[in-house]
């Protein structure tokens, strides 16, 4: 199950960056997926890390449901190229 979940990452995430690149993926999508990526490796969180569970949960709410919001703006002829 977990590789199976792996797997899913690994190839979705080419065809993310690829749909941040093309020309038809609306703005607010590029944006929001700029944000998500950002979001991940800025140091700066909502919640500080030192915050005990407070600070891992803003992560593991906020990464997810942006990535989500933007895969779910690219519109599928993107997604499946």
Do not use: E, H, Q
Not at 2 to 29: E, G
Not at 55 to 80: E, H, Q, R
Request: no cysteine; aromatic share 12%.
């Amino acid at each position: 199950m977990l590789k199976n979940n792996f797997s899913k990452i690994s190839t979705f995430i080419p065809v993310y960056f690829r749909a941040m690149r093309d020309k038809n993926t609306p703005k607010l999508a590029k944006f929001l997926g700029l944000f998500a990526i950002a979001y991940a490796i800025m140091p700066a969180d909502l919640i500080a890390d030192t915050i005990p569970f407070l600070g891992i949960l803003d992560d593991a709410i906020v990464l997810p449901f942006l990535i989500y919001v933007t895969s779910k703006m690219i519109p599928d002829s993107i997604m499946n190229r």
